[in-house]
């Protein structure tokens, strides 16, 4: 079975433009989560997802941050315009969380995204 | 409310001795509490968690410990190996929340 996709794996831009981030989470996980990851340091929670309900967003910059899960599964994450500062891996993971509490996370390979 | 401290940033160990990373978290909804090894240039994976109605779970060298009382959960690494340097994250989940700690940077030093 396929895990967690992420496309591009590496993204270089120059500031103020657009990147979009997508990822293909592994079948039958109705929760979604993308985090950004700075070099050195744990992994931060932008949103979550419980199929194609964003039910914590409460850390993503929404001025640039936008995000969507259609259908339920895929999900992309965008950044316009972007900015030096959010040069970081962004990491994607899936899961299934049973109404009370959530186990195991999957992670992607991660989108290494650099702003020049 | 919701983050975790985790110490320490770094640890270095002999070969075969045994290595204790430690996390503190505040948010009393917390019931699951995972720990993640990233290897450098990878993606987190899982390597041992805890749900709150179980103080303490083993598995072959790696033990994790809870006390829900004092919120706390740490991470044992006996007979450590070179195999096992990498950087390690604690986390906690509750309803909504899945919050990771700062990471502990293991060296098992051969």
């Known amino acids: 079975e396929a895990g967690v996709v992420q496309s591009p794996r590496y993204k270089i831009i120059e500031k103020k433009q657009p990147v979009a981030f997508w990822c293909n989470p592994i079948s039958g996980h109705n929760t979604l989560y993308w985090y950004r990851q700075n070099l050195g340091q744990g992994p931060e929670l932008l949103i979550r997802y419980e199929n194609e309900e964003a039910v914590d967003d409460s850390q993503l910059p929404k001025d640039r941050f936008s995000a969507e899960r259609l259908k339920g599964v895929d999900s992309t994450l965008k950044i316009q315009p972007a900015e030096l500062g959010d040069s970081a891996v962004y990491l994607c993971?899936?899961?299934?969380?049973?109404?009370?509490?959530?186990?195991?996370?999957?992670f992607g390979e991660g989108s290494r995204l650099t702003v020049l | 409310g919701e983050n975790v401290e985790q110490h320490p940033s770094t640890l270095s160990v002999q070969e075969g001795d045994s290595a204790v990373i430690k996390c503190t978290y505040s948010d009393s909804a917390s019931n699951y509490f995972p720990w993640y090894k990233q290897e450098l240039g990878k993606r987190p994976q899982l390597i041992i968690d805890?749900?709150?109605?179980?103080g303490e779970k083993k598995d072959q060298r790696i033990a994790v410990t809870l006390n829900k009382t004092a919120k706390h959960f740490s991470l044992h690494i006996t007979e450590t190996q070179p195999e096992d340097s990498a950087v390690y994250f604690c986390a906690h989940s509750g309803t909504y929340k899945y919050i990771f700690g700062t990471g502990t940077r293991l060296k098992v030093l051969a």
């Open positions: 805890i749900r709150s109605n179980v």
């Open positions: 993971a899936s899961g299934e969380y049973s109404g009370s509490s959530t186990g195991e996370l999957f």
